[in-house]
């Protein structure tokens, strides 16, 4: 399960454990480009979901600003967004390897934000073979944050935090796999993945 | 046309202070990184935007948007004066006034 820090992500493992997965948590560590605060936040949707369901949940923390810096120096800033989220998902993907883990899962929903396009999933997520469990795809905002607020992480996700500063000006919307791949072959994705995987915590 | 940094503001996530110059410039980051580095600044240089671990760590975009990881409003304008004058950024004595 892939979490942010923000609203979406805790009410979608909410409903995975609900349901009686046991679930193992990544956390994309974006610092420089934001700061401390996501990863605390996170720490804090973990403690409150791993009290009410009395589950483990081991987090990787896994850095992911290198990454950034060098999506950012290499490749086209208009699709930095999909470039970046397929990097999670790859990254969350071999975490689900080594954890023996049989599915991804997101808090996304349909079009709340340029990497929430159907576009945008289709070409992101076309870098991973694992199926991937949006439990929200179809919830509004307003619908997640009333289940946040009931289990009591809608407060910690809205604590004041820097956005994602290597978000572009112009986001592209609507993606081209072909393009995504040809920009991938200006970086050595496999190196940069054994790079963040070396680096991984597990908290 | 005289370039102003008038806002030195909380950002609407309210995680830090940013500065929004109008009109929008187009620094050159490659002598502010250098600059910054011959201060003893430690840089991150992710091309289109630098991030500089001053008193509190500062991203500058190429359009001149600095964001200082502060919330605390005389903190920030400590770092962002020590920004303007490190790097040379146009200067504005009575714009730079942060406000919570």
Redesign the interface.
Known sequence: MLMSGGIDSPVALHYLLRQGHEMTCVHMDNRPFTDDSPLAKVVDHLEVLRARYGQKIPMYLLPHGPTQVQLMRETDRHVGCVLCRRFMWRSAERVAVREGATFLATGESLGQVASQTLSNMRTATASVALPIVRPLIGFDKHEIESVAKAIGTYEISTRPGLCCQAVPSKPATRSNLVQILQEEQRIDVDQMLDDVLKHATVL | MAVTYYTLAL??????FEAIPRPKLALNLAEARDRLRAAGIDV??????L?AAMER?V?LSRDGRV?I?S?DAEEANRVFAELRRVVGLPDTPDAASASG
């Open positions: 950002c609407t996530s309210k995680g830090g991150t240089d992710a091309r289109v935007m991030i760590e991203t964001l990881k919330r």
